[in-house]
């Protein structure tokens, strides 16, 4: 369920960074930039933000493949992780390093629970 989320959440945010210039007003932290290099890198971040809502759909339509769902889930932890800390150390608004936190935990969690149970997989086999 996370994972769909998670796609929502990177969809919304892809769709508006990708064709609505004025988004970064309603993201915090983003402020109110104009002018063509902040359109560029709007843009930039929302293919970004699109390649993240695939990769939690595939990883959503993945989950009998654990190499697949444990590789995906792991990789959008870390970027989530790393997003936090940036957020937080870089950015004045704490709600995008808040919002990074907790997918970072939940990514995690979902990668935790997937492994806890090939773990005790391999201890009953």
Same mark, same amino acid.
């Given at each position: 369920? %996370?994972?769909? #989320?998670?796609?929502?959440? /990177?969809? +919304?945010?892809? #769709?508006?960074? @990708?064709?609505?210039?004025?988004?970064?007003?309603?993201?915090?932290?983003? *402020?109110?930039?104009?002018?063509?290099?902040? /359109? #560029?890198?709007?843009? $930039?971040?929302?293919?970004?933000?699109?390649?993240?809502?695939?990769?939690?759909? %595939?990883?959503?339509?993945?989950r009998a493949n654990?190499?697949?769902?444990?590789? %995906?889930?792991?990789? #959008?932890? +870390?970027?989530? %992780? *790393? $997003?936090?800390i940036i957020q937080?150390?870089?950015?004045?608004?704490?709600?995008? $390093?808040?919002?990074?936190?907790?997918?970072?935990?939940? @990514?995690?969690?979902?990668?935790?629970?997937?492994?806890?149970?090939?773990?005790? /997989?391999?201890? +009953?086999?």
């Open positions: 369920m %996370i994972l769909l #989320l998670h796609t929502l959440i /990177e969809g +919304v945010i892809a #769709l508006l960074f @990708m064709f609505y210039p004025q988004a970064g007003d309603l993201v915090p932290g983003f *402020g109110t930039s104009e002018g063509a290099s902040f /359109e #560029l890198l709007m843009r $930039m971040y929302g293919w970004a933000a699109a390649l993240l809502a695939a990769l939690s759909l %595939i990883a959503y339509y993945s654990r190499p697949i769902f444990l590789t %995906i889930t792991g990789l #959008l932890s +870390v970027f989530h %992780i *790393g $997003m936090a937080g150390l870089h950015n004045p608004d704490a709600r995008a $390093m808040l919002l990074h936190f907790l997918l970072a935990i939940f @990514m995690g969690g979902q990668y935790v629970n997937v492994r806890r149970q090939a773990w005790s /997989e391999k201890s +009953v086999g």
